[in-house]
């Protein structure tokens, strides 16, 4: 059984916002340390959860363009859902990147189906995928400020409690997904599937330069406000938040999300070539790295808003830009490629970060300035060549 077009995206729609909520956010930081955890080991955990990720992201990918891309959703958001209730029981750092492994490998599955689906809805439809990608970043921001809040009060009497009740959105997000309707070119191949995998990846990243930079770019754009994420709280500390409102630090940098998704849906944004939709919320990241690993204090901690409302931006623009480059029998396998080349990024900058992190919040600022500013320049003039990619 299964709802209208019209129908499947709304509920597309409802399942990519409500599973982007994680109530535990706001009191990881303090669940780590109640297990004893470092923040070498934070680093190295997440390293794990991308690496899980990774190992499963193309493979995925291939099974959604082959059978099925809406049960590839759904069994993700179930595995997603699983991990964070094992998440809730675990006492040290092996347990926590079992848990991490296992959240990866739920992602692996939903992500690059529901990227091929929302596409495929759009086009069906008579709709830009980009605004419709803009309408999700603008309340996926509202979901998670409400599950951050939440999660803050709930956490601070049991940090474990908080990680159950984030296991709801996912299951709730699975049994959405298996009523939408299935949509898309599926792939048909003689080739054995490592193979075929194999000249998708070839396909993307070697001999198509405007899609091979747009998955460059779209890798830039995720990391570099990606890492920093898990020194928040810190940085808030630092610039004399009480512990109590760290939660609301939490829930502005959200709301700064929400309004980089809606700008990313106006008109004149839809006018603009990729490489400025790629560089402009970049180089205010960069800006604000460099300030706050200089100062700190409660007048340059608002800076941080500005990774947020990069974050909104760039989860409309960038899958959209992507897609726009990839054929209809391979979508949903190129959105995971350009996933793993993320993650590729993701596993040595989170873990260098966290490494800096370890003599101050600051230092992971300017250590992520440090990686990323040449990286921007190098893809923002290629994406140029590309006539304006």
Not at 17 to 43: C, D, K, R, W, Y
């Amino acid at each position: 059984m299964h709802v209208s077009l019209l129908g499947s995206l709304r509920l597309l729609r409802a399942e990519a916002i409500l599973t982007s909520a994680l109530f535990a956010m706001p009191v990881l930081n303090g669940f780590f340390a109640e297990i004893g955890m470092s923040q070498a080991e934070i680093g190295l955990s997440q390293a794990a959860f991308t690496l899980g990720l990774f190992v499963l992201n193309v493979p995925t990918g291939w099974l959604a363009d082959r059978f099925s891309r809406k049960w590839c959703n759904a069994i993700g958001d179930l595995i997603a859902g699983l991990a964070v209730l094992y998440y809730a029981g675990v006492d040290g750092f092996v347990g926590v990147v079992i848990a991490e492994v296992l959240m990866g490998a739920g992602l692996a599955f939903s992500q690059g189906a529901d990227t091929a689906l929302l596409r495929s809805y759009s086009l069906r439809l008579g709709r830009s995928h980009q605004v419709e990608a803009s309408r999700i970043a603008t309340f996926k921001p509202w979901m998670q400020a409400a599950a951050v809040l939440a999660g803050g009060i709930i956490g601070a009497e049991e940090p474990r409690l908080a990680l159950v009740v984030s296991a709801i959105p996912f299951l709730l997000g699975s049994l959405l997904s298996m009523l939408l309707m299935e949509s898309g070119e599926r792939r048909r191949t003689e080739h054995h599937p490592l193979k075929d995998m194999g000249l998708i990846v070839r396909y993307a990243l070697h001999g198509h330069p405007r899609l091979g930079w747009a998955i460059a770019a779209s890798a830039v754009a995720k990391e570099i406000t990606h890492a920093i994420i898990w020194v928040l709280t810190p940085l808030l500390l630092l610039a004399g938040v009480p512990l109590a409102l760290v939660g609301a630090g939490w829930a502005l940098n959200l709301a700064a999300g929400s309004l980089g998704g809606f700008l990313a849906g106006r008109r004149r944004v839809l006018a603009m070539p990729a490489w400025q939709l790629f560089v402009l919320p970049a180089l205010l990241c960069l800006v604000a790295l460099v300030v706050l690993s200089v100062h700190v204090s409660a007048l340059t901690i608002g800076l941080y808003a500005i990774f947020g409302l990069s974050r909104g931006w760039y989860e409309a623009v960038m899958p959209p830009m992507v897609q726009s480059r990839t054929p209809g029998t391979m979508q949903s396998t190129v959105s995971s490629v350009a996933g793993s080349v993320s993650q590729l990024l993701y596993m040595p900058v989170v873990s260098l970060v966290n490494l800096a992190g370890n003599h101050g919040p600051q230092w992971t600022m300017a250590a992520n300035a440090a990686i990323f500013a040449p990286l921007v320049v190098l893809i923002a003039v290629r994406l140029k060549r590309l006539n304006g990619g």
